[in-house]
C-alpha cells in the first residue's frame, strides 16, 4: 500500500468500531457491566501506549520542546472537558446508578441532560476523536510497529467512546436515529484527523512531531482523567485488575509487532 493506505485503512477499522459502539446501544445490547470491563481493557492498553511508546518516542523527537506541547494537549483536553459543564465527562462510562437511576437498559436518567449539554459533550467528543485519527496517522510516521500498536490501543476504546455518545444523546431527549449519528460523527472525525496528518506530513514532518506530542498529552488527560474515575468509580470488583491486564496486553503486542518485523 501507499504512504496513505495502511494507516487510512487502520483508522477505519478504529472508526468503525465507534458506530458499533452506538448501534449497540440503540439496539440495547450492550450491558454495563460489559462496557465497564471493556472500557478498563482499552483503558489499561492505552495508557500503556501512551506512556510506553508515544511519551518516550515524543521526549526523542522533540528533546527541548516535548513536555511543553504534551502539557499543553493535558491540559487543552481538561478545558474542553470543562466546557461541558455538569454533563458527564467525553470518555466517562456510563453505567446505571445503583438506586433507581437507570430506565434498566443501562441508560442514565437520574440527571436528564440538556439539548446544549449533549452538545457540548458531542463537540469535546469529536474533538478527542480527531486526536484518534492523529495518533495513529502519526505513529505510521515514526514507525509500522508504533502505527499498529496505537492503532490497537485506540480501537479497544473505541467501542464504550460511540456506547457514552449515544447514550448522552439519548439523555438529551434525542431519538435513536440521531443517538446513533452521534456516534457515526465520531468515526467521520477520526478519519478526518488521520487524512489531516499524513497530509500534514507530506507537506512538514516537523509539525507532525508538535501534533503528535500535543496528542501524547490529550491521551494522558483520557486514560488517567477521563477513563479510569469512570472505571474505578463503577463499583466493578474485577475493572482495576482489567486495567492492569491491559497495560500487560500492551506490552505483549509490543513485543510481537517487534517480533514480526512491524519496525
Known amino acids: 500500500m501507499g504512504t496513505w493506505g495502511l494507516p487510512m485503512v487502520l483508522c ?8 458499533i459502539g452506538g448501534m449497540l446501544t440503540v439496539l ?55 466546557s461541558a459543564g455538569r454533563a458527564p465527562a467525553p470518555n466517562q462510562v456510563l453505567v446505571p446508578a445503583r438506586e433507581g437511576a ?15 449539554a449533549g452538545l457540548a459533550v458531542l463537540a469535546g467528543m ?12 502519526g505513529a505510521f510516521q515514526v514507525s509500522r510497529s508504533a502505527g499498529v500498536l496505537m492503532f490497537l490501543a485506540i480501537t479497544l476504546h473505541k467501542l464504550p467512546e460511540g ?10 431527549g434525542e431519538t435513536r436515529w440521531r443517538a446513533f449519528t452521534s456516534s457515526a460523527l465520531l468515526a467521520v472525525s477520526t478519519l478526518a484527523g488521520a487524512a489531516l496528518t499524513l497530509w500534514l506530513g507530506q507537506a512538514d514532518a516537523a509539525a507532525v512531531h508538535v501534533v503528535m506530542a500535543v496528542a501524547t498529552g490529550s491521551f494522558l488527560f483520557i486514560s488517567t482523567t477521563g477513563l479510569i474515575p469512570g472505571v474505578r468509580n463503577s463499583g466493578e470488583r474485577m475493572a482495576p485488575y482489567i486495567v ?16 514480526v518485523g512491524l519496525q
Not at 477505519?12 to 458506530?19: E, R
Not at 437498559?105 to 440527571?111: R, V
Not at 469529536?126 to 496517522?137: E, N, P, W
Open 12 to 19: 477505519a477499522i478504529a472508526a468503525l468500531a465507534d458506530v
Open 28 to 82: 440495547r445490547k450492550l450491558s454495563p457491566r460489559q462496557t465497564v470491563l471493556v472500557t478498563a481493557l482499552g483503558c489499561g492498553f492505552l495508557l500503556g501506549a501512551t506512556v510506553l511508546d508515544r511519551l518516550p518516542d515524543a521526549m526523542e523527537e522533540l528533546p527541548g520542546a516535548a513536555p511543553l506541547w504534551i502539557l499543553a494537549g493535558y491540559l487543552g483536553m481538561l478545558l474542553l472537558d470543562r
Open 102 to 116: 437507570s430506565d434498566g437498559h443501562g441508560h442514565l436518567h437520574a440527571e436528564m441532560l440538556s439539548q446544549r
Open 126 to 137: 469529536l474533538v478527542h476523536t480527531l486526536m484518534d485519527g492523529i495518533v495513529i496517522a
Open 163 to 172: 456506547f457514552s455518545m449515544a447514550t448522552v444523546a439519548l439523555a438529551a
Open 244 to 259: 492492569v491486564a491491559g497495560v500487560l496486553f500492551f506490552l505483549v503486542s509490543l513485543y510481537l509487532v517487534r517480533a
